[in-house]
Nanobody
Framework: QLQLVESGGGLVQPGGSLTLSCTRSGFTLDYYTIGWFRQAPGKEREGVSC????????YYADSVKGRFTISRDNAKNTVYLQMNSLQPEDTAIYYC?????????????????WGQGTQVTVSS
């Protein structure tokens, strides 16, 4: 299975920004749909954003539309999640996941391959 590594999490004040990265060295992500998910304590894992392989169609959860932007750099085998205007309710562990040539809803957390997660904490 494809193994992914997330980075870029940390502590940020409300209104601040972070950029998360999801990468897999030595293996192209071109044809993979990559999803970003998050899980807060006591809550279920939820879809945040995803980008399809091939045409790079992008999707966002309603809670992050207009604040988060997903992008991919195939040359670097990396998918980014730019997060702006962060709020305390965005605090969670953020995971990226991959699925080869996925066609169904990519905000559902049923991907076959997952990273280990990176903590994002929004607090003053």
């Amino acid at each position: 299975q494809l193994q992914l590594v997330e980075s870029g999490g940390g502590l940020v004040q409300p209104g601040g920004s972070l950029t998360l990265s999801c990468t897999r060295s030595g293996f192209t992500l071109d044809y993979y749909t990559i999803g970003w998910f998050r899980q807060a304590p006591g809550k279920e894992r939820e879809g945040v954003s995803c980008i399809r392989g091939g045409d790079s169609s992008r999707y966002y959860a309603d809670s992050v539309k207009g604040r988060f932007t997903i992008s991919r750099d195939n040359a670097k085998n990396t998918v980014y999640l730019q997060m702006n205007s962060l709020q305390p309710e965005d605090t969670a562990i953020y995971y990226c996941a991959s699925d080869f040539q996925r066609t169904r809803n990519c905000l559902i957390p049923d991907f076959p391959s997952w990273g280990q997660g990176t903590q994002v904490t929004v607090s003053s």
